[in-house]
């Protein structure tokens, strides 16, 4: 049995954890077609693949942006219990358990073979929202009904003007000497 662990970015422990049991391959990245598929800017479609060599493990990495283990990039390195690989420089963090099953872990959010989604973690601060200034640097004033100009009056919509008999309605026509 593999375990993959997704570690939280700050506090370095498990956010989601993946159990393989019969893969001889689990490939890791963006693509939907991955057995973990991490969305990530900095992770590639096909980031790395872990794969069985007889009894133990290798780590092969196969993105653009790399793949580091202990501050090292790699290209293909020998999977050690307890290891833990950095997917680019500023990516993600997935922690390897070989063999038996973890019990200091949190249960699993994918069974085995699954393909599962990661989604960002909870309880990351949320970045602030964007506040919308004025003209001058200033917030923008607030609608105050009371402040508002008055309705002036034109004096020239309160004339009469005489209709044309053309445009009168047949109503309003005088009537006609039959």
């Known amino acids: 049995?593999?375990?993959?662990?997704?570690?939280?970015?700050?506090?370095?422990i498990p956010a989601q954890v993946w159990k393989?049991?019969?893969?001889?391959?689990?490939?890791?990245?963006?693509?939907t077609d991955n057995h973990v598929i991490l969305y990530s800017a900095v992770v590639s479609r096909h980031h790395v693949e872990l794969r069985r060599v007889g009894a133990n493990w290798e780590i092969v990495n196969l993105g653009t942006n790399g793949t580091y283990l202990e501050g090292k990039r790699i290209t293909q390195v020998p999977a050690t219990d307890g290891a833990v690989i950095r997917l680019a420089r500023s990516g993600p963090n997935i922690k390897i358990r070989?063999?038996?099953?973890?019990?200091?872990?949190?249960?699993?959010t994918g069974l085995v073979s699954d393909r599962t989604v990661m989604q960002p973690?909870?309880?990351?601060?949320?970045?602030?929202?964007?506040?919308?200034r004025?003209?001058?640097?200033n917030p923008p004033e607030?609608?105050?009904p009371s402040?508002?100009?008055?309705?002036?009056?034109?004096?020239?919509?309160?004339?009469?003007?005489?209709?044309?008999?053309?445009l009168k309605l047949p109503d309003q026509l005088p009537d006609s000497p039959a």
């Open 147 to 166: 402040n508002a100009r008055p309705e002036v009056q034109n004096p020239a919509s309160q004339r009469s003007i005489p209709v044309p008999p053309h």
């Open 20 to 31: 393989f049991e019969n893969e001889s391959v689990i490939r890791i990245g963006r693509s």
């Open 121 to 132: 973690p909870s309880d990351l601060p949320q970045a602030p929202t964007e506040i919308t």
């Open 1 to 12: 049995m593999i375990t993959l662990s997704l570690l939280h970015p700050v506090k370095q």
């Open 142 to 144: 607030q609608f105050n």
């Open 98 to 108: 070989l063999g038996a099953e973890n019990q200091d872990e949190p249960p699993t």
């Open 134 to 137: 004025g003209a001058q640097g």
